[in-house]
């Protein structure tokens, strides 16, 4: 079944970067879908940080005003992968982030599915 897999998290100081990445498994439309980077503070709903068209649209990305300037997201059709580089980093960007498909999540089993995420700690 379908896989999420969100790596490349970690401790960083603020103004630091880090690139995080996204494998999608047994997702056969990733390709042609529109996919969406989130994340969730603790405590906090879960936000939409960024989004991308499919790479037939171009691979357009779209921010939410808080990162916008700051985080790039891109993807590899080839590699059925996403990323999102994050660049001058703050403390309130420490969150668990996610990746998923835009703007449902994938469905699995007549339920959401998300991967295990991956932790950003932005922390001097």
């Known amino acids: 079944q379908v896989q999420l897999v969100e790596s490349g998290g970690g401790v960083v100081q603020p103004g630091g970067s880090l690139n995080l990445s996204c494998t999608a498994s047994?997702?056969?439309?990733?390709?042609?879908?529109?996919m969406a980077w989130y994340r969730q503070a603790p405590g906090q709903q879960r936000e939409l940080v960024a989004t991308?068209?499919?790479?037939?649209?171009?691979?357009?990305?779209d921010y939410a005003s808080s990162v916008k300037g700051r985080f790039t997201i891109s993807r590899d059709k080839a590699k059925n992968t996403l990323y999102l580089l994050l660049s001058n980093l703050k403390p309130d960007d420490t969150a668990v982030y996610y990746c998923?498909?835009?703007?449902?999540?994938?469905?699995?089993?007549?339920?959401?599915?998300w991967g295990q995420g991956t932790q950003v700690t932005v922390s001097s």
């Open positions: 998923n498909r835009d703007p449902r999540p994938i469905r699995v089993n007549g339920n959401d599915y």
């Open positions: 047994d997702f056969p439309s990733f390709g042609i879908s529109h």
């Open positions: 991308i068209t499919p790479p037939g649209l171009g691979s357009v990305g």
